[in-house]
């Protein structure tokens, strides 16, 4: 299951974390954005159709991702002329481990949208489809967390600094995003 770790009680010093940082306490140390892809398996396509345009989306199944944090389905986001578009997709069945996600697009029970460095080997194979290429998606924020208020060792001050370096080398995390990540 993915989760967010309570950095207290499970004697936690730092995390790389996906998306909007919620949490009073800890600070962000953003490391890089992506945008993700929306998928379907060839099976997919062949019983429901290809969605062509976002309203296309209203005929259309997804496999839903359960938030952790919220327990709630996410719903999509797709930037369209510089505004967020959202949709809360139909779905019958929801998971709440990446790879039970991207299991369940690939055996056409619904459309998935997720990073393009994870799904490109499926597409690749031609085990999914891309879907929607018109249409990005919102850019996601990769950050790098870890307690305000803590005295931060040597050691997670010199990870920190390896993982901001290593995904600065990697171009699929140098997408631009407007999310604000550091709170404190």
């Given at each position: 299951m993915d989760r967010q770790v309570d950095f207290v009680e499970e004697a936690i010093d730092c995390v790389v974390r996906v998306g909007a940082i919620g949490d009073v306490g800890l600070v962000a140390k953003r490391i890089g954005a992506y945008s993700q892809i929306t998928c379907a398996s060839p099976g997919y396509i062949d019983q429901y159709g290809e969605p062509m345009a976002l309203d296309d989306l209203e005929q259309h199944l997804a496999i839903g991702y359960v938030l952790n944090k919220s327990?709630?389905?996410?719903?999509?986001?797709?930037?369209?002329?510089?505004?967020?578009?959202?949709?809360?997709?139909?779905?019958?069945?929801?998971?709440?481990?990446?790879?039970?996600?991207?299991?369940?697009?690939?055996?056409?029970?619904g459309l998935i949208q997720s990073s393009s460095y994870t799904l490109n080997p499926l597409l690749r194979s031609g085990k999914l489809v891309e879907v929607l290429k018109d249409y990005p998606?919102?850019?996601?924020?990769?950050?790098?967390?870890?307690?305000?208020?803590?005295?931060?060792?040597?050691?997670?001050?010199?990870?920190?600094?390896?993982?901001?370096?290593?995904?600065?080398?990697?171009?699929?995390f140098q997408e631009k995003a407007s999310v604000a990540v550091v709170s404190s």
């Open positions: 327990g709630r389905v996410r719903n999509w986001e797709f930037d369209v002329d510089g505004e967020s578009r959202v949709f809360a997709m139909k779905h019958k069945i929801a998971v709440n481990d990446g790879d039970s996600y991207i299991a369940a697009g690939v055996a056409g029970l998606s919102h850019a996601r924020v990769v950050s790098v967390l870890y307690a305000a208020n803590r005295h931060q060792p040597r050691r997670v001050r010199v990870f920190i600094d390896w993982v901001a370096e290593l995904y600065s080398r990697l171009p699929i």
